[in-house]
């Protein structure tokens, strides 16, 4: 089975602290995806990466960057974090979804990161 | 730009009855579709992909279709019960690798 682990359930930092949120995945996925889900705002997209070292912005980067230096490991980091942060964080990977049969594209999710922000 | 509807946003309904929740999208040139289950506090659960050349997939009490012509698709819950209790989202991925969600159905079964 897909495995995406995030390091952390439950965190909660100050205002101004640099915060990192790991995600790792275990089936040698090119996709991985960071995600923040709110009430009332449903699952917005933070980051994309499709590789190694390669990111692409989502809908809502601001205040957020990534870091991809292995193709199992995506982090999330929070430069200065701001209680407006507070939210819950969903680590996500798939494959391409072309080329080889069996390839789906389907997406797995981790059991996220819920983060307060004091 | 896709946008993706699921009606009803809350459901109610007693053990044992079949039921249908929808999804309906607005660009019709989709790579797949895929339903999750998200229990509260939780990640989401992938349940069914149905990519854009099938109609339907089946899992156990659980069948999902796809009519891409109208922008929908229903997934069927067969035999309802306590435990399927948990909300319901819908995915599209139109190009790339990105995917748009839907908003997501409260589903309540009542013993």
């Known amino acids: 089975d897909v495995k995406v682990t995030q390091s952390s359930r439950y965190l909660v930092k100050r205002t101004g602290e640099k915060v990192f949120l790991e995600c790792v995945q275990d089936?040698?996925?090119?996709?991985m995806f960071w995600y923040r889900q709110d009430p009332g705002l449903g699952l917005r997209l933070i980051y994309f990466s499709y590789d190694v070292k390669m990111k692409e912005k989502g809908d809502i980067p601001e205040g957020y960057s990534v870091s991809r230096e292995k193709k199992e490991r995506f982090s999330l980091i929070l430069e200065s974090a701001s209680t407006n942060q507070t939210s819950m964080y969903l680590c996500?990977?798939?494959?391409?979804?072309?080329?080889?049969?069996?390839?789906?594209?389907?997406?797995?999710f981790g059991e996220g990161s819920r983060l307060t922000v004091l | 730009k896709q946008e993706v509807t699921q009606i009803p946003a809350a459901l109610s309904v007693p053990e044992g009855e079949n039921l249908v929740l929808n999804c309906s999208f607005t660009?019709?040139?989709?790579?797949?579709l895929q339903w999750f289950r998200q229990d509260p506090g939780k990640g989401l659960t992938s349940l069914l992909l149905?990519?854009?050349?099938?109609r339907e997939q089946t899992s156990g009490r659980l069948n999902a279709s796809l009519d891409k012509s109208s922008g929908r698709s229903t997934l069927y819950i067969a035999a309802s019960q306590p435990g399927d209790s948990a909300t319901y989202l819908c995915a599209v991925r139109t190009s790339g690798s990105r995917l748009t969600f839907g908003e997501g159905t409260q589903l309540t079964v009542n013993p």
């Open positions: 089936m040698d996925h090119e996709n």
């Open positions: 996500a990977s798939s494959s391409t979804g072309w080329g080889d049969w069996g390839n789906t594209g389907e997406l797995f």
């Open positions: 660009d019709s040139a989709i790579y797949n």
């Open positions: 149905i990519q854009s050349s099938q």
